[in-house]
């Protein structure tokens, strides 16, 4: 008898815990801060929280920080909703997919979701703790893009290193500090590099308080567009 | 063979170097790094732990949160926020996008490689207003 009931037990707490613990990672809201250092030589702060949704695939920014703002990114529209309500819409490609959000939803971030694009790997080496693997791009991007060579630590994706056609450094990242929520792996720190020949420049994103599949804010992933349609006066 | 022999150490120590430059293109300046970010690290404490917007600063000339700091050392820019390039600065791969981007046969224009350009320019080259500008 006391075996059947803790059988019950632990078949309940599996079928409670699994969708948590398992590979099934749909939505993940994360507090951020940007901090910026620009080649026009100036400091730029962002904070904010930020709510995806890979199902709906919808990207909501809530920006504390200079001021309050709302974007929503869906599709291939930008939303910009400002602190006075006003509305701003505009056309950008549908991003959302290579967002670091989608790709740790998806555990993709090891490859920085190049695995199952038109890059092609050149070569993989071994040194020290890194596993460094080179990605050529395809044709029609070698106009532009040069090789990327990204670097694993533990299995987990360490630095990005972008390279120009004419083989110069473009843009380095690095991402450490990772933090496991519930199974989900996420990094709580993003450097970027940018090297130039006087000075390099640096952009620090620091991601905290992550949640996994949190179902406390269905008003922000679930939000309706055509529900601006209806703004009154103060909508652009 | 001496020359076999010469041929096959030329050829070790080449890969050996291309070996160790591709591990120290991972090297990260963490003192440069802690110097630059000094000041924005500063301004996110007294903005996190006051709850300020930056409307809150305008008028201000100088604001003292720490004895050896001030906020107009730095040159910070809160005007005219180009939401696309925020947008773009966290996209994880930007070059997985392209990808996409080619190969979907509803986009296969000239604003598709128009945008290609811009955005690259963009998000490897750190310009933070190259969107705004091409738009």
């Known amino acids: 008898m006391k075996t059947t009931i803790f059988t019950l037990i632990i078949a309940c707490c599996w079928g409670i815990f699994t969708p948590l613990f398992g590979q099934d990672f749909f939505r993940v809201k994360v507090d951020f801060t940007i901090k910026e250092k620009t080649a026009e030589g100036t400091s730029k702060l962002t904070i904010g929280t930020a709510y995806y949704d890979k199902n709906t695939n919808k990207l909501i920014y809530d920006i504390e920080f200079p001021e309050k703002t709302t974007l929503i990114m869906v599709d291939t529209t930008m939303v910009i909703i400002d602190k006075e309500n006003n509305i701003e819409r505009k056309k950008m490609p549908n991003s959302n997919r290579f967002s670091i959000f989608n790709l740790a939803l998806n555990g993709q971030l090891d490859n920085y979701g190049l695995k199952g694009t038109a890059f092609t790997i050149s070569d993989v080496e071994k040194s020290g703790d890194l596993v460094i693997t080179t990605w050529d791009p395809p044709k029609q991007l070698a106009e532009h893009f040069g090789r990327t060579i990204i670097s694993q630590k533990n299995k987990a994706l360490y630095g990005v290193i972008f390279f120009s056609p004419q083989e110069e450094i473009t843009t380095k990242q690095f991402y450490r500090n990772y933090t496991n929520v519930f199974g989900l792996s996420f990094p709580q720190e993003v450097i970027q590099v940018v090297p130039s020949e006087e000075k390099d420049f640096y952009k620090v994103t620091t991601y905290k308080n992550i949640e996994v599949n949190e179902m406390d804010n269905e008003d922000k992933y679930n939000f309706d567009l055509s529900t601006l349609e209806q703004q009154p006066v103060g909508a652009k | ?135």
Do not use: H, R
């Open chain 2, 1 to 135: 063979m001496k020359k076999l022999f010469t041929f096959i150490m030329a050829l070790f120590l080449t890969a050996s170097a291309v070996q160790a430059n591709n591990a120290d293109l991972f090297q990260l300046d963490e003192q440069t790094l802690k110097v630059e970010m000094a000041e924005l690290d500063q301004l996110e404490e007294y903005v996190t732990e006051n709850n300020m917007q930056w409307e809150d600063f305008q008028g201000i000339d100088k604001i003292n949160f720490d004895a050896s700091a001030s906020l107009m050392a730095a040159d910070f820019s809160f005007d005219n926020m180009d939401w696309i390039s925020f947008a773009w600065g966290l996209i994880c791969c930007p070059v997985g996008f392209f990808v996409v981007a080619i190969n979907d046969d509803k986009t296969k224009d000239e604003k598709t490689s128009y945008w290609i350009g811009v955005i690259a320019g963009v998000v490897l080259g750190g310009i933070s207003s190259g969107i705004s500008i091409a738009l």
